[in-house]
Nanobody
Framework: QVQLVQSGGGLVQAGGSLTLSCAASGRIGTTYCMGWFRQAPGKEREFVAAIRLDIPSAQYYADSVKGRFTIAGDFANKTIVLQMNSLEPDDTAVYFC??????????????WGQGTQVTVSS
């Protein structure tokens, strides 16, 4: 029903920056929330950031990325962007775009992008 297509990511040295983008296609509701989760090898998928497309000031961040990552959304284009600054090796993971109407921190019930590798070298 809803397709999420990701772009961006890559390899960067510690302290550098990367950008992730995600665009939704198909019909979404006005309260659709989009964001990002990440998963490192052997680790659980964890919440990173989210935004309400209809309320762009409603932004939510995991404590581990607060102050370093910034999320923005465009309701008209059904697109979100994650700006990642001051990257650390612990940020290395596969990043998944998410969308849905459930609580932003919960992976259950979400639409998912295919994943994008982010690697931060020390």
């Amino acid at each position: 029903q809803v397709q999420l297509v990701q772009s961006g990511g890559g390899l960067v040295q510690a302290g550098g920056s990367l950008t992730l983008s995600c665009a939704a296609s198909g019909r979404i509701g006005t309260t659709y929330c989009m964001g990002w989760f990440r998963q490192a090898p052997g680790k659980e998928r964890e919440f990173v950031a989210a935004i309400r497309l209809d309320i762009p000031s409603a932004q939510y961040y995991a404590d581990s990325v607060k102050g370093r990552f910034t999320i923005a959304g465009d309701f008209a284009n059904k697109t979100i962007v994650l700006q990642m600054n001051s990257l650390e090796p612990d940020d290395t993971a596969v990043y998944f775009c998410s969308g849905g109407y459930t609580r932003y921190t919960l992976p259950e019930g979400k639409d998912w992008g295919q994943g994008t590798q982010v690697t931060v070298s020390s």
